[in-house]
């Protein structure tokens, strides 16, 4: 099935830095959501976002919805050790015929080295 | 307030059996949904619920895969004759507004 293009497909930082990640699609969407998961966890949402060109925040992680509708990024600032886990995007068209249907990314494996 | 829950958390059944994996939604939320997720992959979408109509199952991969929410709330995906291919975490989620969906701590489902 489609998946979304999401990277790096992993990173190793140190405490402190920022991050950055990003995902991409051969399609349009109208909404497009970053998610977090944890091992032995379900994917927990982070920021949702709804309008082209749109910047989100949400305490240390900002998110932007790409103006073609194509593309978005998230990032975190200033990592802590318990960022650490997969950060997958996802890509909605809430009233179209997949109404619902999200098309997810691989994910981005975060880790933090304290 | 109480999250989406699933259950069993893990299941481990014989080739051929069937298998019944249960779906608790959030209460009050509209939409339900079925993900399959590999290990080392994002949630692939399989089918979803407004209310107890199935609105979408393209993603099911065969006619050995089946899903019901008689109710519109508590879901059953129903996977008859397992094959080994189908182990797989089996993921639910509800909304209210179709995008942001919840998701529930999964059933790990092995086949033998």
């Known amino acids: 099935g489609q998946q979304l293009n999401q990277s790096p497909q992993s990173m190793f930082i140190q405490e402190g830095e920022d991050v950055s990640m990003n995902c991409t699609s051969s399609s349009i969407f109208n909404t497009w959501l970053w998610y977090k998961q944890e091992p032995g966890e379900g994917p927990v949402l982070l920021i949702a976002?709804?309008?082209?060109?749109e910047l989100t925040s949400n305490g240390r992680l900002t998110a932007q919805f790409g103006i073609t509708r194509k593309d978005s990024f998230l990032n975190i600032s200033a990592s802590i050790p318990s960022d650490v886990g997969i950060y997958f995007c996802a890509g909605g068209n809430a009233g179209g015929t997949s109404y619902g249907k999200l098309t997810f990314g691989q994910g981005t494996i975060l880790t933090v080295h304290p | 307030g109480a999250g989406v829950s699933q259950s069993p958390r893990y299941k481990v059944t014989k080739r051929g059996q069937d298998v019944a994996l249960r779906c608790d939604p959030i209460?009050?939320?509209?939409?339900l949904y079925w993900y399959r997720q590999a290990l080392g992959q994002g949630p692939e979408f399989l089918t979803y619920?407004?209310?107890?109509?199935?609105?979408?199952k393209s993603g099911l991969p065969n006619d050995r895969f089946s899903a019901e929410r008689p109710e519109g709330s508590i879901s059953t995906l129903t996977i008859q004759r397992t094959e080994q291919r189908d182990s797989a975490m089996y993921r639910c989620?509800?909304?209210?507004?179709?995008?942001?969906?919840?998701f529930g701590p999964g059933t790990r489902l092995t086949v033998l």
């Open positions: 619920f407004n209310y107890e109509a199935q609105q979408d």
């Open positions: 209460s009050g939320h509209v939409s």
């Open positions: 989620a509800s909304s209210t507004n179709g995008n942001e969906q919840f």
């Open positions: 976002l709804y309008k082209a060109g």
